[in-house]
């Protein structure tokens, strides 16, 4: 077995709020291993982004511990903290906004290279080429300024700025989401390239499930703070627990209305985190719920595929997803998108 480069016990953040306490992640115990994809899945506001933010110590949590390779990461002193921080490193949704519109790109990876003394002197302007090489761009673009960039391109900045470190582990935050859907495969080919050649490990924060399939090892699937199901990829799509996986998968689109599926299971907003429902926070939009499931929370139980559902392995059977994903037009055109690499292309 792989010992886990990043382990997350109990990890809880709750925010006070004038409207009251808002429960964003609650009680998350996961594991990363050395160069593993481990994708974090759930609708808008389930808490990917707050641990995210945690894992880099952007954030303090309420409770819980955060390990990277076997140091805690929230009673770090400040010299140790620097240290680490280089091995935990973010990209955003909209490196647009991360870039300093102000630097040039040649300027901006120069920094963190100096910063680490991973690079001083003459040495510097040929670490920057190798990086802008690595994510494929050309390094004499080095003097301009990100503005003059496309989205794609820009994303690729944002890669090398992360990667100027040496890195271990990297937080994807939405990372293609904002792209097209063309450019989106690029970036994502790029990232499982860099992940062998770096032997990176992943935390992968996304909504679309297409692009968790093509890239993670494993799958957490959080609902208002917590993980519902843990699973390998595969077997995750492949046969779904909780009925909140499912009803996610079932809601992947599919252009063909013939193939379109019930969507009725996620009928209505999720509840706000701040008045939480009591049991399991899933039980008003779940068509199994018993009363069991209003009054007692479940905890992730099985081995290796884990999931909270009082239910499970009693839940009725259901429609397998993955077949008729597997037909749909979108999967198909995804998979094309995925297949036409031209991974170091500049754009
Ligand atoms: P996701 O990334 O899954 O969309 P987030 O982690 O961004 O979710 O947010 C989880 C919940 O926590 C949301 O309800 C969000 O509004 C809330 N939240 C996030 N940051 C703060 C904050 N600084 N103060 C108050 N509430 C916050
Ligand atoms: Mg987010």
């Known amino acids: 077995m ?14 006070p709020t004038p409207g009251g306490l808002v429960r964003a992640v609650s009680d998350v115990d996961f594991t990363l291993n050395a160069g593993e994809t481990l994708a974090l899945v759930g609708e808008s506001g389930s808490g990917k982004s707050t641990i995210g933010r945690l894992i880099l110590r952007l954030i303090e949590p309420t409770s819980g511990q955060v390990e990277i390779d076997g140091k805690q990461l929230f009673t770090l002193k400040a010299k ?26 040649g300027a901006m990876l120069a920094e963190p290279l100096r910063l680490h003394g991973l690079a001083s002197g003459r040495a510097v302007e040929p670490a920057v080429a190798d990086l802008m090489r690595l994510v494929g761009l050309q390094p004499d673009q080095a003097n301009r300024y990100p ?37 989106q495969a690029q970036i994502v080919n790029l990232l499982a390239d860099l992940r062998k050649a770096r032997g990176l490990a992943y935390l992968f924060i996304s909504h679309d499930l297409a692009i968790v399939r093509h890239i993670a ?6 609902y208002l703070g917590r993980i519902v199901e843990l699973a390998p990829a595969a077997e995750l799509f492949a046969s779904p627990r909780h009925p909140y996986t499912r009803a996610l998968l079932s809601a992947i ?5 013939t193939a379109r599926r019930e969507r009725t299971l996620l009928s209505g907003e999720p509840p706000s985190p701040i008045n939480l429902p009591g049991g399991c926070s899933f039980h008003p939009r779940c068509p199994f719920a018993v009363e069991r499931c209003r009054t007692e ?16 392995p009693e839940l009725p059977p259901q429609p397998a997803p993955p077949a008729e994903l597997e037909t749909s037009d979108r999967l198909k055109r995804l998979q094309a998108r995925f297949q036409d690499e031209r991974p170091m292309a500049a754009l």
Not at 297 to 312: D, E
Request: charged fraction near 20%.
């Open 2 to 15: 792989t010992a886990p480069i990043l382990k997350a016990t109990g990890l809880t953040k709750h925010f």
């Open 80 to 105: 140790e903290l620097r240290a680490l921080r280089r091995d935990v490193q973010i990209i955003f949704q909209d490196p647009y906004g991360s870039l300093n519109p102000r630097m040039t790109v």
């Open 147 to 183: 503005h003059e960039f496309s989205g794609g391109q820009r994303q690729r900045i944002g890669i090398a700025r992360a990667l100027a470190v040496q890195p271990r582990i990297i937080v994807c935050d939405e990372a293609v989401s904002a792209l097209d859907v063309s450019i």
């Open 217 to 222: 090892d494993r799958v957490a699937v959080l």
């Open 253 to 257: 689109p599919t252009p063909d209305p």
């Open 297 to 312: 929370t479940p905890v992730l139980t099985g081995a290796g595929h884990v999931t909270a559902c009082h239910l499970w």
